[in-house]
Nanobody, 128 residues
Framework: QVQLVESGGGLVQAGGSLRLSCVGS????????MAWFRQAPGNEREFVAL????????YYADSVKGRFTISRDNAKNTVYLQMNNLKSEDTALYYC?????????????????????WGQGTQVTVSS
């Protein structure tokens, strides 16, 4: 079965860093554009970052540009989110997601409905 398993979350002080990992299985990993979303209490799930199926292109929410970096290692079926200079507003449950389609052309559609597979989430808490 399809699985996405996130790890790497935790408690960190503002200005600190964390690296999230997501390992996929049960599907052709290198055909799927992958993304990270996050959801804070009382908020809707929001897009954070995306990396194309071949790793050639990335796209970020304005709120994390310059601080977060998404990458992937298709040989390991893993996508990463390096988070630097964390702020209290980054506190959320972070989800890894895999695209519904294979080999998508555009990286600019970040709607949640474009992603068919989701991990269980990993909690990131940033203290002030």
């Amino acid at each position: 079965q399809v699985q996405l398993v996130e790890s790497g979350g935790g408690l960190v002080q503002a200005g600190g860093s964390l690296r999230l990992s997501c390992v996929g299985s049960g599907f052709t990993f290198n055909s799927k554009t992958m993304a990270w979303f996050r959801q804070a209490p009382g908020n809707e799930r929001e897009f954070v970052a995306l990396v194309k199926w071949n790793g050639a292109n990335t796209y970020y929410a304005d709120s994390v540009k310059g601080r977060f970096t998404i990458s992937r290692d298709n040989a390991k079926n893993t996508v990463y989110l390096q988070m630097n200079n964390l702020k209290s507003e980054d506190t959320a449950l972070y989800y890894c997601a895999a695209d519904l389609s294979d080999y998508r052309l555009s990286i600019y559609n970040t709607d949640r409905r474009m992603f068919g597979y989701w991990g269980q989430g990993t909690q990131v808490t940033v203290s002030s």
